[in-house]
């Protein structure tokens, strides 16, 4: 049975920074794409940032470029997102996702095409 479980979230200040985890089990963790998404209250869920299988390749909303960096350790089988700056419009839950491919790059940024999904944690910034 393959879980995802996020960590990391809260309410901080505008300015202040976070760092969210994915600890996964039940995969291959190295053969999944590891995306990061955000949805926000009466929106649709969007994508953040995603990282390729053996970490080579990132790719970022460019709402949080220059702002968040996407990680993983495959050893310990966790992906994190360390998101500095943090924003007011930057409040949502986030989703951490993955998607079994092949591909060496991230290859897609719609959450469809992500397979295995975890609960999602709560980022609130205040202003």
């Known amino acids: 049975q393959v879980q995802l479980v996020e960590s990391g979230g809260g309410l901080v200040q505008a300015g202040d920074s976070l760092r969210l985890s994915c600890a996964a089990s039940g995969l291959t963790f190295s053969n999944h794409v590891i995306g990061w998404f955000r949805q926000a209250p009466g929106k649709e869920r969007e994508f953040v940032a995603g990282i390729s299988r053996i970490g080579g390749s990132t790719r970022y909303a460019d709402s949080v470029k220059g702002r968040f960096t996407i990680s993983r350790d495959n050893a310990r089988n966790t992906g994190n997102l360390q998101m500095n700056s943090l924003k007011p419009e930057d409040t949502a839950v986030y989703y951490c996702?993955?998607?079994?491919?092949?591909?060496?790059?991230?290859?897609?940024?719609?959450?469809?095409?992500?397979?295995?999904w975890g609960q999602g944690t709560q980022v609130t910034v205040s202003s």
């Open positions: 996702a993955a998607d079994p491919t092949l591909s060496l790059v991230v290859r897609t940024f719609d959450p469809g095409e992500y397979d295995y």
